[in-house]
């Protein structure tokens, strides 16, 4: 079955720096769109930055310029990497895969892993 497990979460000070992972498995990773999502406290879970099977991105615009997902399809491995890191940018984080679409990003994400937890602090 669709396994995702991510990791990487911690706590860091306002800008400073993370990389959050999650391994996928159960299905063909380099296949299909994945992405990150994040749910801060006391808020509805959102979009952050998500990758096609060709590699192109697409991100939040709170979170552009700052963050930047990437794949490592050789090891069924999504990244994300945090810079500049924000207050506001608490929330756990997880990720998602969208097989439909066929390939393509189309905000349709239907499965998610447990998420990993980011607390920036001032």
């Known amino acids: 079955q669709v396994q995702l497990v991510e990791s990487g979460g911690g706590s860091v000070q306002a800008g400073g720096s993370l990389r959050l992972s999650c391994v996928g498995s159960?299905?063909?990773?380099?296949?299909?769109?994945m992405g990150w999502f994040r749910r801060p406290p006391g808020k509805e879970r959102e979009g952050v930055a998500a990758?096609?099977?060709?590699?192109?991105?697409t991100y939040a615009d709170s979170v552009k310029g700052r963050f930047t997902i990437s794949r490592d399809n050789s090891k069924n491995t999504l990244h994300l990497q945090l810079n500049s890191l924000k207050p506001e940018d608490t929330a756990m984080y997880y990720c998602?895969?969208?097989?439909?679409?066929?390939?393509?990003?189309?905000?349709?994400?239907?499965?998610w892993g447990q998420g990993t937890q980011v607390t920036v602090s001032s």
């Open positions: 998602g895969v969208e097989f439909t679409g066929g390939g393509y990003c189309t905000d349709t994400f239907g499965y």
């Open positions: 159960g299905y063909y990773f380099s296949d299909y769109c």
């Open positions: 990758i096609n099977r060709g590699g192109t991105t």
